[in-house]
Structure formats: structure tokens, C-alpha cells
């Protein structure tokens, strides 16, 4: 069976403002294909266009030129959004900006609602979002206005899973949030890619991220895409990432000041475990003393 990719761009550019003098261009010539059922991070400095480029995977902004193709529809010929928005659950840089409902409950309830699913089924919905953000049933009833960032962030997100779309575009959902529920949060999208084939897209400013949950990544530098494919290729590049203003993984960085300092290894390692045994495989062939 032919697997139509969940986004396909073609010279994609954007600008904002154009022709007057706040025009800014966000994005140039972006041509990238995002396989259905994978788990895409999409990284770069801030202002590289990041939120920019994944707004034009749901329609909520139309090229300036080139095209985007979502599961296999061309969107900027698209007049029915809502369609669009049944596939692809779009977790906004600050989710819980939107949230206007009276009780977590409502919040979370609200996409489902939409959908058009009884009740029932919108209850079980809700219940199985807010395990996945790792938030206990207790805060169902409670006054949204009253939580604190962390928590209505982890609200706003569960009401997106609660959506069950096949795909899911999340900006930055674990700023702000503690490592613990950033983990979780990962985990649960992780388990609905390998257990759904949710096709997942990720923004994200921690690198280590990538490498442990991405199958592919995607490098943004003021508005180009400058480098994709596999975590391990990719971030394994410290000057390909500093020139794009990012921080490269600490095993990445550490690798790096060896070998400014004459010591080479014979991999290079971009998580801790592959650090260590590259440690433990250079010196096993050669021995300290040797170098
Ligand atoms: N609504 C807007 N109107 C005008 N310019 C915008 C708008 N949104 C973004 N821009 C500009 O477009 C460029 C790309 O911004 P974008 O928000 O897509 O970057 P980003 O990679 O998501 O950054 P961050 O990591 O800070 O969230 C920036 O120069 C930004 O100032
Ligand atoms: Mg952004």
C-alpha cells in the first residue's frame, strides 16, 4: 500500500508583513517531507521560523509561496479547515493562553466535544488524556484560572491527545515544565507513535530530547532548513549546531574538547551510553598511556 507522508512542503517561504517595512522573512525555500507515523523533532535558534513552519501544518497559515501538502491534500487549495483540524492536533509555544473553560473537565472535554463523540465516549477520552500528562482525576472540577503554569500547560496539552488525531504538532510543550512531567509528557507521545502510529512533530530547544524519543530531526537557521535526518547523524555535528545557534549535546560538546586537546575517539558518541563505550573502545585498542 502506498503511505502518503503526513507533511510534504515545496519551496516553502513565508513572510510576514510583506512589501511593508516590518516585512520578515520566516521562512525560504523549505522543501521537507515528514513521514506519516514518525516521531520528527524540528530544532533551531529562537526566531529560525520554527513556529512559523509548523503553523502551515494544520492551515492556520498560508504560504506566501511554494506549497504544503498534508497527508496527500494540497492545503492551500483547501477551503474546509475543519477537516484538517480532525487529523492534526497543533499544541500552540503557550497552550495555556487558551484555556477559557470553568473546569479542567470542560477544557480537556472541549476537542472531543467538537468532534462530535457522546459522552461517554468524550468522559473516557478525557480521563485517558489526563493519565498521559501525568495529572491525577482530582483536578477535573477545578477553576483552570486557579492552576498554576506547569499544571494548565499539562491541561492544554491533554486536551489536544484528547482530540486523538493521527497527528501531532507540539511547540515546545515541555518549556516550563519540570524535567519529571517533561519526561512524561514524551513518554506518553512516544507510546502513541509506537502504539497508534500517531505521527508526532516536536519542537524543541533540548537537543537530549531528540536523540532518546525522534526518529528524524530537522535543523532551522533564520528561516532555512539547513541539515534533517537521523538524531545520531545529525547531532553528532557541533559546528553544524553552533553555527544554527543551538547548544550540542553534552557528550557531543565533550567529544569535541578531546579532540581540541589531542585526544581523539574512534565513534562520535551524541548520547551518554555511546560516550562511555567510545571511551571504553578507544582506550581498550590503544591505553592511556599510548596517547
Ligand atoms: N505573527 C508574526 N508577525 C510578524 N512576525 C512574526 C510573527 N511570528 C513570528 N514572526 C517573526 O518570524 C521569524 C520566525 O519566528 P518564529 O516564531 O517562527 O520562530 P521560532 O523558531 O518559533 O522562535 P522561538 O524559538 O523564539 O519560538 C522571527 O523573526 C519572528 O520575529
Ligand atoms: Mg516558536
Redesign the pocket.
Known sequence: MFCMPFVQTTKLT?I??KGTP?E????KDIDLEIPEGEFFALV??????????V?HFNGLLQPTSGRVSVFGDDISTRINRNSLWSKVGLVF?FPERQIFSSSVYEDIAFGPRNLGLDENEVKHRVETALKDVGLPAGILQIDPATLSGGISRRVAIAGILAMQTPALVL??PGAGLDPQAKKQILLALKRLQLEKGTTIVL?T?FLEDVVDFAGLVAV?KK?ELIASGRPKQVLAQPELLLGAGLEPPFPVAFTRKLSSKGVRLNSSPVTIDDLARAIQRTYQNTGPGDR
Open positions: 513565508h510576514y508583513f516590518l520578515t522573512v520566516a521562512l533551531g535558534a529562537s526566531g529560525s521560523g520554527k513556529s512559523t513552519l503553523q509555544q511547540d515546545e519542537i530547544h532551522l528561516g
